[in-house]
């Protein structure tokens, strides 16, 4: 692949994951838990790892094309993400001095990241529609390895920005202790309303 067009895609992905969504949210939570931040942020990798890997053997594009599955997973997600907005709204995440960042809590950390990614439909309908746009029929890479460079181009500048959110959010609570109620909160609301713009969409589109 030439450095011309990983250059362009990097600047296309780096768009994606400067523009505030669930992820940004999942992390601002993280950086109100001081230590979880790390954690958080590899889990949500990891399930944008997940989705490159899928488009790359075949099997996004098979999902794409089959609308009963696609929906059985918007609503998996949206649950999920229900789930997890409903619960900082109710419970915000306190601010945390790192004494009681214990191991267990960092992987359940980990595993929430993992399930905001990759049960995000609109994770694996981002890779599908942005990743083929930037295959090379003249490179001499096969295309499961072009999808998978690509990927982890992406993977690496969302894990940059979510990195510096989470860790900005983290320095201004620092500033304002009495903000992170608020900012959890906030975020609860941002993954709430996704979540019901998910469940939505498909009732929408009947209509």
Do not use: C
């Amino acid at each position: 692949m030439s450095l011309t067009v990983l250059a362009t895609f990097w600047f296309v992905s780096f768009l994606f994951a400067i523009t505030p969504g669930v992820d940004w949210a999942y992390a601002i939570s993280a950086g109100i838990r001081g230590r979880m931040v790390m954690p958080a942020v590899a889990g949500m990798l990891h399930g944008h790892l997940a989705a490159a890997i899928l488009v790359a053997v075949g099997v996004g594009a098979l999902v794409a094309k089959m609308p009963f599955a696609l929906t059985l997973l918007t609503v998996a997600g949206a649950s999920y993400l229900l789930w997890l907005g409903v619960g900082l709204i109710r419970h915000p995440a306190a601010r945390s001095t790192g004494q009681d960042d214990t191991p267990a809590s960092a992987r359940q950390w980990f595993v929430k990241g993992f399930g905001v990614s990759s049960l995000n439909p609109k994770v694996l309908l981002l890779f599908l529609a942005l990743l083929p746009q930037f295959f090379d029929s003249t490179s001499t890479w096969p295309m499961s390895l072009q999808m998978l460079t690509l990927g982890a181009v992406h993977i690496g500048t969302s894990g940059m920005v979510y990195l510096l959110v989470g860790y900005g959010s983290q320095i201004v609570l620092n500033a304002r202790p009495s903000a992170a109620n608020l900012m959890s909160q906030a975020s609860g609301v941002m993954m709430t309303a996704v979540a019901v713009l998910l469940l939505a969409e498909p009732i929408m589109q009947r209509v």
